[in-house]
């Protein structure tokens, strides 16, 4: 979707051949008109899925997640790092490894808000090793509910979650896919058809 690479392009730092700094539009400030065409993007890509759920993971998945869950009309459920005050029985975990920050975070969600009969679409803002995204499968799994697809805003192809979660069958749509990074310079996979 030319639409994200324009944005990575216009306003995207690469670090180094690892991270590429999005904090304009999406990791620290949102840029709203922007993320409504994201869930404008994903509604298309999972159209027909029968999607009952939106699940995210805490911060950064939130603005694409409901913004998708806005165009779609479905609620929008975020796993949370840290259990609140609120968040204490029933809940759903999974532990999540990070190896960009090298610390391993237990995520949960309530079953109160995921249940059986859902249909769950999981959002997130990057793809990376597929960690965040194999902890939120897990908790579907415990739940009992149906996963149509992983939809993330943008993929490190050079990062191995992406094949992961499809050699799983699971249905992944990445709205662009970056083929590597270099101090200064973003390459991107030939475009996506959403
Ligand atoms: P994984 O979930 O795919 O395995 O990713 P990984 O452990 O490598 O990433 C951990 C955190 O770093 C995640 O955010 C992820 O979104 C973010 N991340 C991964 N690659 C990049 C990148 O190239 N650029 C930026 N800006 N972020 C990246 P998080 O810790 O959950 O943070 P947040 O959601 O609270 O912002």
Not at 5 to 30: P, R, T, Y
Not at 42 to 69: N, Y
Not at 122 to 146: M, P, Y
């Amino acid at each position: 979707m030319k639409l994200v690479e324009e944005k990575i392009k216009a306003e995207g730092k690469a670090l180094d051949s690892q991270v590429l700094k999005v904090d304009s539009f999406m990791n620290h400030q949102v840029d709203p008109k922007f993320m409504k065409q994201i869930g404008d993007a994903f509604a298309k890509a999972f159209h027909g899925k029968r999607i009952t759920k939106i699940l995210t993971l805490e911060s950064s998945g939130i603005a694409p997640a409901v913004m998708t869950g806005l165009v779609l009309g479905v609620p929008v459920l975020f796993g949370r790092k840290k259990t609140s005050l609120t968040l204490q029985n029933g809940l759903l975990s999974a532990e999540v490894y990070s190896f960009t920050k090298q610390e391993s975070s237990t995520i949960s969600v309530s079953a109160e808000y995921l249940q059986q009969t859902d249909v769950v679409l999981i959002i997130d803002d990057f793809l990376a090793n597929g960690q965040a995204a194999l902890g939120l499968l897990d908790i579907c799994r415990q739940a009992g509910a149906e996963v149509a697809g992983i939809g993330a805003v943008i993929e490190k192809v050079f990062q191995d979650g992406g094949r992961k979660l499809r050699e799983q069958g699971v249905m992944v749509e990445s709205l662009a896919k970056i083929t590597a990074l270099e101090e200064g310079e973003v390459f991107f996979e030939e475009e996506v058809k959403a």
